[in-house]
């Protein structure tokens, strides 16, 4: 063990010790005092061979470099240093001062010595092969007389040989030392290897021991159903029995599948493998949830898994605790579905439910037919009790209740009188039953309200009452009898007033009994209908008195239930008065329709002949007036000159009033026609002849500037002739009266009146005309403005009343003097809803 070693001796530098240390140090310190001892000596040891100082003065540097390093606690670099340096030094010296038989060849071999001893063998054998080539050129230099070979003198050889032996001494001082520092670090590290031994026996021991718990544990998990098996790159490595007899795999068939993922059932393959996946890039989530695995013969079975990662070597590991919960879901979704039902029916029972401890009555939850009843949020009710809330007015009620309810267990329609969130009393029924929630006991009540059947009841009886008193009251005559055999239950007082029976004499009698009908077959009818439709209405009837009179009724019956039997009601009028009243009634009727008819034929040939009078009389005053009028022009025209001015004023007067007799003619004839035209109705578009009437009136005046606005589809039924003389007639008013107007604006249209409907009117901005005077507007002959300033007959507006009074409409004028009139007018037939 003294020798050199092999490669990692170079690092026993870096586990020097400290006394090796300041050895190496402390050599180099005495290298660096006899290099300059020797620098110092080279003129008394070798005068006039300076040169030789060479060797020394470059060991110098070399030392200092050296004693630096180790300061710096780079031993390894400061030997390295020290070598190579020396190595230099001994060539150089050699070099100039002899070669191969210098003083300082003979440090080579130390230095290589050192060099496997410090830096290990390849750092050596490099020194060695570079030694042995520089000796040989210094040999073939030697040779070749390149390199002086006087050897030195005896005093300097001996220096160097002294420096060598020094250094060697130094060199066998360090290396004792040294490998004394790695005798004691390997007694060191037998010590601690000695102590991990022994403390990885006692792991090993603990290992062996933890394994037998482990697999004791794993035994004991398959034992209570658990499976557990080890996935390692997606095989499994370890599989216990459970999971076998949970999957139904034999332990071969398990550790044999290519991957886990065949355990599980499509519906959950993606997630569980995502899971897998980021468990094992080491992401931090749930380790426990539930999956769906699939068993070997396909079954699909639900599982809760425990996950946990193990480390190893490459690609971590993954431990599944396996339990089958399959049962226990299914006993899960069959208790929600149960608690679901429970409490669809809790929540939408119309009666009031709640729940409440039986102890101090707090509320643990009421449905909403509950808070409707009492008027309570569900909020301000759960954790408060009846008491305080006001519903057991009396708490000694309450306790009475719920004493005995502990003792039976339930109780039905226990009844009550309980208050409401207003203090309002309510008759309630209570059925109640205790049972357990968390090992208390609770009561499950149901609260019906007897309160509005208490009221109907009482409401029954008043209104029995009442029926009662309006039935005797009443000045019908009512009967009620059975169906079946006719039998009179009750009548009142209107009947035996009217027939003249007693009640006692008629109750539990029969109508054929009584003989008030005398004719059967008619009551059998009657009957009939009756229990075909369940009532009969206006029944006209002869039904006897008791006295035998026979009077003419009207009987209106409904079948009853009366007792649990099928009963009738019947309402009897006496109608007899009535009908001796309705036949004079069509006596009179019959009469007054004679005299009508006979005053409208008298009317009509009065009509007619009227009609042919005027007709006769226009016709026969149009000849005089012809000739009036053709005389006139012709002493106008032949005689004017022989005439002085006020003959020919005269002669003109005649005219006039000759022409104006013929328009009078003209326009009485034309109110005729419209009187007896016979009317045909039709759809007639208003609007198409007011542009008619318009464009002639433009055609008659064509020098007048008249802005006429007439609104489009203006639609009605009636008759177009009679239409076109109410157009014509009320346009060429607006036309005339609008003559002095500088800027004429005359507009039909139709508006919307609710009450009316569609309203036509013509509106124009002429003269107008004083209101006070409108109610003549529309007699014959009847003008409001002077003939000299605006020419007519007075008959235009008399033909537009009577056309509109035929199609059974009204007409009426709104007007302002100097502001123009407007005539609006409706027409019976004119449909709702016009033409957009």
């Not at 586990?15 to 003129?43: D, F, H, K, N």
């Not at 180790?70 to 031993?75: D, E, F, N, S, T």
């Not at 008013?733 to 800027?743: I, M, S």
Request: with cysteine; net charge negative; charged share 25%.
């Amino acid at each position: 063990m003294g020798g050199p070693v092999a490669e990692d001796q170079a690092s026993s530098l870096a586990t020097l010790s400290e006394v090796g240390r300041r050895r190496l140090q402390l050599g180099l310190w005495i290298m660096l005092g006899v290099a300059v001892v020797a620098v110092a000596l080279q003129p008394v040891l070798a005068p006039g061979e300076g040169s030789r100082a060479i060797g020394a003065f470059m060991m110098i540097p070399t030392a200092a470099a050296a004693i630096w390093l180790i300061r710096l606690q780079r031993v390894r670099a400061a030997v390295v240093t020290l070598v190579f340096g020396a190595w230099l030094v001994v060539t150089f010296s050699a070099a100039f001062h002899g070669g191969v038989f210098s003083a300082g060849i003979y440090a080579y071999p130390i230095l290589v010595v050192i060099c496997g001893w410090t830096l290990g063998m390849r750092a050596t054998l490099a020194l060695a092969i570079l030694t042995i080539a520089t000796e040989a050129a210094m040999t073939i230099a030697g040779v070749q007389g390149l390199i002086a070979q006087a050897p030195a003198p005896a005093p300097w050889q001996w220096v160097i040989h002294a420096v060598m032996l020094v250094g060697a001494l130094g060199f066998v001082s360090f290396s004792i030392g040294a490998y004394d520092d790695q005798i004691n670090y390997i007694r060191a590290l037998s010590a601690e290897l000695a102590l991990k031994v022994t403390d990885i026996e006692a792991k090993n021991r603990e290992q062996e021991l933890q394994t037998l718990r482990y697999r004791t544990l794993l035994d004991a998990q398959s034992d209570a159903g658990l499976g557990l098996f080890m996935i390692r790159n997606r095989r499994i490595t370890f599989v216990n029995q459970a999971v076998s007899q949970m999957l139904g795999y034999s332990h071969e068939e398990l550790l044999a599948l290519p991957s886990y993922a065949q355990l599980l059932h499509p519906d959950d393959l993606k997630r569980v493998a995502l899971n897998h996946e980021r468990r094992l890039r080491g992401e931090n989530f749930e380790n426990r949830y539930d999956i769906v695995v699939q068993t070997r013969s396909g079954e699909r079975r639900e599982a809760e898994i425990t996950v946990a990662t193990l480390p190893g070597e490459g690609e971590p590991g993954v431990l599944v605790i396996l339990a089958d919960i399959h049962q226990r879901k299914q006993v899960e979704r069959e208790l929600s579905h149960s608690r679901e039902m429970f409490s669809h029916v809790f929540q939408s029972n119309p009666t009031a439910v709640a729940i409440s401890r039986i102890a101090d009555g707090r509320y643990l939850d009421v449905n909403p037919g509950h808070c409707r009843l009492f008027g309570w949020r569900r909020e301000e009710m759960v954790g408060r009790s009846s008491v305080e809330l006001g519903i057991w007015p009396n708490q000694a009620e309450r306790e009475k209740w719920a004493a005995e309810l502990r003792k039976t267990g339930q109780l039905a329609n226990w009844t009550a009188e309980l208050c409401d969130r207003n203090g309002k009393r309510l008759n309630a029924a209570i059925t109640a039953d205790i049972f357990s929630v968390a090992e208390e006991p609770v009561v499950l009540a149901f609260v019906s309200d007897y309160t509005d059947l208490r009221q109907a009841e009482a409401g029954l009886r008043r209104s029995e009452e009442r029926f009662g008193r309006m039935f005797q009251a009443s000045p019908v005559a009512t009967v009620v009898s059975r169906l079946a055999d006719g039998a009179y239950l009750d009548v009142n007082e209107a009947f035996t007033r009217h027939f003249g029976w007693s009640r006692e004499e008629v109750l539990a009698t029969t109508a054929k009994r009584l003989g008030i009908w005398p004719d059967l077959a008619v009551r059998a009818r009657w009957l009939a209908t009756l229990q075909e439709k369940g009532a009969v209405r206006d029944f006209d009837v002869e039904l006897c008195t008791r006295s035998g009179e026979r009077r003419q009724c009207i009987i209106s019956a409904e079948l009853i239930d009366f007792d649990n039997e099928q009963c009738l009601i019947a309402l009897i009028h006496d109608i007899s008065d009535r009908h001796r009243a309705e036949d004079e009634v069509r006596r009179l009727n019959s009469e007054l329709e004679e005299r009508v008819l006979h005053r409208t034929m008298e009317l009509t040939e009065a009509n007619q002949e009227l009609e042919s009078f005027a007709y006769s009389i226009s016709h026969d005053l149009r000849a005089p007036l012809r000739g009036i009028d053709g005389f006139s022009r012709l002493l106008q025209e032949e005689y004017e000159q022989r005439l002085d001015t006020q003959g020919r004023e005269y002669l003109a007067r005649v005219r006039r009033a000759a022409q104006r007799m013929g328009t009078l003619i003209d326009d009485l004839l034309e109110l005729s026609r419209v009187t007896r035209q016979e009317m045909k109705r039709q759809p007639v578009d208003l609007s198409a002849i007011c542009r008619e009437v318009a464009a002639g009136l433009r055609q008659e005046q064509p020098e007048r500037a008249v802005e006429v606005s007439i609104e489009p589809h203006c639609t009605c039924q009636g008759d177009p002739q009679l239409l076109r003389v109410l157009l014509e007639n009320l346009l060429g008013n607006a036309w005339k009266y609008t003559r002095t107007t500088p800027h004429a604006r005359i507009e039909f249209g139709v508006e919307r009146d609710p009450a009316e409907g569609d309203v036509f009117y013509i509106r124009d901005n002429g003269v107008g005309f004083d209101m006070a005077y409108a109610g003549k507007l529309f007699s014959p002959f009847q003008r409001l403005h002077n003939p000299n300033e605006f020419e007519g007959s007075g008959i235009g507006l008399a033909s537009v009343w009577r056309v509109v009074r035929r199609h059974g409409g009204k007409i009426w004028a709104t007007a302002e003097i100097g502001q123009g009139a407007t005539l609006r007018f409706t027409l019976a037939s004119a449909p709702s809803n016009r033409q957009q």
